[in-house]
């Protein structure tokens, strides 16, 4: 047989798309030819496959015309994961495995020159390609790229080492495949999900002494999904509390941990550690706007798409460059981020809980007792304007984070442990759940007016405060919001005068005084 066909994907974003590679082996002048839209790594498969074929103890064809299509044409292919296809369509158009075999599976990975294989990344991301088509194919991977891939549930995963593992159980009737030493013939194994280790213990809240206000704004963050800012002095505990987040946000779901752990697969940063614990970015201030919310060609996600049902954490947020700042914008209304370039274009989830940390002015002490600040008003103008009003609109809780006397901070117990806290932020996540099918803080317009169930004190006394204050309709939506969270935390089915006061409290502009 001259014409074989072999089945894998590619990545385009987070979608796996079915590649078809297929080998056409003839006579004439000895080539090898590889056309459909492939990058640099894929045209450089033809050297690792060669050598690859030829250590493994196979015949490779020099005195063919071989030529391989990566179908479609029209689909960009970049990384090494078709050389374990491309081989397997080299040697089943030559007669050296049974080609009709196959056809039920779907194959990924990186070949060495000894013919080993090497992971790949998003092998999570093909998986759940095939979960979610209901396509019942298995999936053959290398060490590593197979574990990931087998927690997807209904998986077929087959985990090989070796090409020669792969050949050995495509082989035609009666044939037998070399083995060298380099094989191992135990190489070939279905995986199947294994029990997940116990990951990092996360940092608790109880270290966090006093801050009583800054743990009660984490506390409403968490239950409604909200983001938050932090403001205070060097060494006031902002950091810390920030950290400490996470722990605070009730458990994801098997379809959540699958989306983020995919991400994390696609950028090679996947540890099945931290299976099913909510990721926790926190990039440096230099962090390009590129960084942030990804790019590259081809795409590739960013931090906000990497801390997807997680954790964004920004700390000197002013000192982070303007542009990259106000790329957050759009993501943090839509949850989603596209990426359009002139040759393609991909979108990410991005679907993140923001919490920025930073000083109140240039030399961080205004406002503070334990030091007197010195900067000028222009200064601390200047300071506070890097960050702009509507990107200031779009966090929902400001909260003043003070420095603590030697005296409060020696002398004080421990904090409520996350145990306990994490236990009433579920609660008030579930309540809103059952509610209306979402956090508070993904509320819209009319799903606000019919889900707050506003007390008509309240509502009188809402009004006149956003008219006094000058506050937009998003900042008044947000308070609303955030009340809302507030009654969740208080098992108030209404939301009273005192739930709309506590919420006034965390929506107060940076003093620039």
């Known amino acids: 047989m001259s014409l074989s066909l072999v089945q894998s994907r590619v990545l385009l974003g987070l979608d796996a798309l079915q590649v078809t590679v297929e080998v056409h082996m003839a006579n004439g002048l000895p080539s090898f030819t590889l056309v459909g839209l492939a990058d640099v790594e894929v045209k450089e498969a033809r050297e690792r496959v060669r050598c690859a074929i030829q250590n493994s103890g196979l015949e490779f064809a020099h005195n063919k015309r071989i030529t391989v299509n990566l179908a479609p044409a029209d689909l960009p292919k970049d990384s090494g994961r078709l050389d374990l296809p491309i081989a397997l369509g080299i040697l089943a158009a030559s007669g050296q495995i049974d080609g009709a075999r196959l056809a039920d599976y779907e194959f990924a990975g990186e070949l060495s020159l000894s013919g080993a294989l090497r992971p790949v990344r998003g092998a999570l991301a093909m998986a759940l390609a095939l979960h979610t088509a209901q396509v019942n194919k298995r999936l053959v991977l290398p060490p590593g790229s197979a574990e990931e891939a087998a927690l997807v549930p209904g998986t077929q995963v087959y985990r090989a080492a070796h090409l020669l593992d792969v050949v050995r159980q495509f082989a035609p009737d009666g044939a037998r495949a070399p083995e060298p030493g380099a094989a191992d013939n135990e190489g070939w194994a279905r995986v199947f999900p ?231 932020c579920t609660q008030a996540h579930a309540l809103a759940n059952a509610r209306q099918g979402k956090s508070n803080h993904a509320l819209t317009g009319g799903d606000i007016d019919l889900h707050t169930r506003l007390d008509p004190t309240a509502a009188k006394f809402l009004q006149s405060a956003a008219a006094q204050l000058g506050w937009s309709a998003r900042g008044t939506h947000r308070t609303l919001k955030i009340a809302r969270t507030i009654a969740d935390l208080a098992d108030s089915h209404t939301v009273a005068l005192a739930h709309v006061a506590e919420a006034m409290q965390y929506r107060r502009a940076l003093k620039n005084a």
Request: with cysteine; glycine share 10%.
């Open 194 to 424: 294994a029990p997940v280790l116990e990951g990092t213990a996360l940092a608790d809240l109880s270290d966090v002494k006093g801050q009583i206000a800054a743990k009660r704004a984490l506390e409403i963050a968490a239950a409604g999904g909200h983001s938050l800012l932090l403001v205070g002095p060097p060494g006031s505990g902002k950091s810390m509390l920030a950290q400490r987040f996470a722990g605070l946000l009730p458990p994801m779901d098997t379809d959540e941990a699958l989306q983020s752990a995919a991400i994390g697969s696609l950028s090679g940063r996947f540890d099945i550690r931290r299976w099913g614990q909510r990721p926790t970015c926190s990039p440096h201030h230099s962090a390009s706007a590129v960084a942030l919310v990804g790019g590259g060609s081809p795409p590739r996600p960013g931090e906000i798409s990497l801390a997807h049902h997680g954790v964004l954490f920004l700390d000197e947020l002013p000192e982070f460059p303007r542009h990259a700042l106000e790329a957050l914008r759009e993501p943090l209304e839509t949850g989603t981020i596209t990426i359009s370039r002139a040759a393609r274009r991909a979108e990410f989830p991005a679907r993140f809980q923001l919490i920025a940390a930073m000083n109140p002015c240039p030399c961080g002490y205004l406002g503070a007792t334990s030091r007197t600040c010195r900067c000028t008003p222009d200064q601390i103008s200047r300071y506070q304007g890097k960050l702009s009003g509507p990107l200031m609109d779009r966090i929902d809780l400001h909260v003043e984070v003070p420095s603590l006397p030697a005296h409060e901070l020696l002398g004080a117990a421990a904090g409520e442990s996350t145990q306990s806290i994490r236990a009433r």
